[in-house]
T-cell receptor, first 110, second 112 residues
Framework: GQQLNQSPQSMFIQEGEDVSMNCTSS?????WLWYKQDPGEGPVLLIA?????ELTSNGRLTAQFGITRKDSFLNISASIPSDVGIYFC??????????FGTGTSLTVIP | NAGVTQTPKFQVLKTGQSMTLQCAQD?????MYWYRQDPGMGLRLIYY???????DKGEVPNGYNVSRLNKREFSLRLESAAPSQTSVYFC???????????FGQGTRLTVV
């Protein structure tokens, strides 16, 4: 299957700080997705990106589809305690199948 | 608003036993998916169904079968469970052949 490298693996930040994480692939993707997963729950889709260069926001979250089509970025501004969780990227090269990254675990220290 | 409902939430099986994981969605979605999630790995697609009556293999289909019983329900069957199938299983759905947008709460399966 496709390899998606997600970094960093984990982050510990102070409440109010901004957060950046990214996802890279070895091949070109046509769609990038970002999810958040809380313990014991299923992932929740945060943002979907469909075009190279596309920048999309969802509240304090902003994601970008890299212009090389091999990467994507997620930023969270002014973090709050409820941002704690695991953030996953997923991408689709061609066809219908999406491949998921291994996740970035975010801890927000009040 | 139930969304995507998975049953059971927890299950322990002995090696060689069989079981069916159930998934139902009440959003009139066409596409449904089954994923497994293992520690340190991303979700991996087992099977998906683009519409009622159709199913396709994903990345890790071996050892599993699926049935799209109707538009609402998509079940995953383990015919002869193996310890390697210990995992958390998620069902997801969406309106058309696009990204898996709505996930259930998962079924935590242990095979001993």
């Amino acid at each position: 299957g496709q390899q998606l490298n997600q970094s960093p693996q984990s982050m510990f930040i102070q409440e109010g700080e901004d957060v950046s994480m990214n996802c890279t692939s070895s091949s070109i993707f046509n769609t990038w997705l970002w999810y958040k997963q809380d313990p014991g729950e299923g992932p929740v889709l945060l943002i979907a990106l469909y075009k190279a260069g596309e920048l999309t926001s969802n509240g304090r979250l902003t994601a970008q589809f890299g212009i090389t089509r091999k990467d994507s970025f997620l930023n969270i501004s002014a973090s709050i305690p409820s941002d704690v969780g695991i953030y996953f990227c997923a991408g689709r090269p061609t066809g219908n199948q999406f491949y998921f990254g291994t996740g970035t675990s975010l801890t927000v220290i009040p | 608003n139930a969304g995507v409902t998975q049953t059971p939430k927890f299950q322990v099986l002995k090696t060689g036993q069989s079981m069916t994981l159930q998934c139902a969605q009440d959003m009139n979605h066409n596409s449904m998916y089954w994923y497994r999630q293992d520690p340190g790995m991303g979700l991996r697609l087992i099977y998906y169904s683009a519409s009622e009556g159709t199913t396709d293999k994903g990345e890790v289909p071996n050892g599993y079968n699926v049935s799209r019983l109707n538009k609402r329900e998509f079940s995953l069957r383990l015919e002869s469970a193996a310890p390697s199938q210990t995992s958390v299983y998620f069902c997801a759905s969406n309106t058309i052949r696009q990204e898996p947008a709505f996930f259930g709460q998962g079924t935590r399966l242990t095979v001993v």
